[in-house]
């Protein structure tokens, strides 16, 4: 089951505070998937938004907005956190988008779209480092 958290809002207007874009109805953030730390997956993210659950970086990976403050600055989980990103589930749901013609582009952090195998998709994007941290969601963008 695919799960969404902020898409946009009857009058179509953009941006949708405190998103950058949002509201015309032509964005939606969709939940990641997640296991337990015994492999088991999990049915839905574990926090009650949908976000806020980041997969930081791994030792060695690229950590693009180190001091920039904003949303970046937000804390990475605790590695004793009971849960991690199902690589395998999100990685489909990512081909699955970049595949659909409909999908203008997708926003991710830096380490998960290389982890992921995406490094050389183009529809698959950093959105900066002044937007939100998309290392707990997928920001979808349709044409
Ligand atoms: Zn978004």
Redesign the pocket.
């Known amino acids: 089951m695919v799960r969404y958290m902020?898409a946009s809002w009857p009058r179509a207007t953009r941006p949708m505070p405190p998103?950058l874009?949002?509201g015309d109805g032509r964005?939606i953030?969709l939940a990641v998937f997640y296991v337990s730390r015994d492999g088991r997956p999990l049915g839905r993210p574990p926090t009650a938004s949908g976000y806020g659950a980041f997969e930081p970086p791994r030792a060695g990976d690229p950590r693009v907005c180190t001091g920039h403050g904003g949303h970046h600055a937000a804390p990475d989980p605790p590695p004793s956190r009971r849960w991690t990103l199902d690589d395998s589930r999100t990685a489909t749901l990512l081909r699955t988008l970049a595949r659909d013609a409909r999908v203008r582009r997708i926003?991710i952090e830096p380490h998960l779209k290389a982890r992921l195998g995406f490094a050389r998709n183009g529809k698959v994007r950093f959105a900066g480092c002044g937007a939100?941290r998309h290392d707990d969601h997928l920001?979808v963008d349709f044409r």
């Open positions: 902020e998103h874009s949002h964005q953030d926003f939100a920001h």
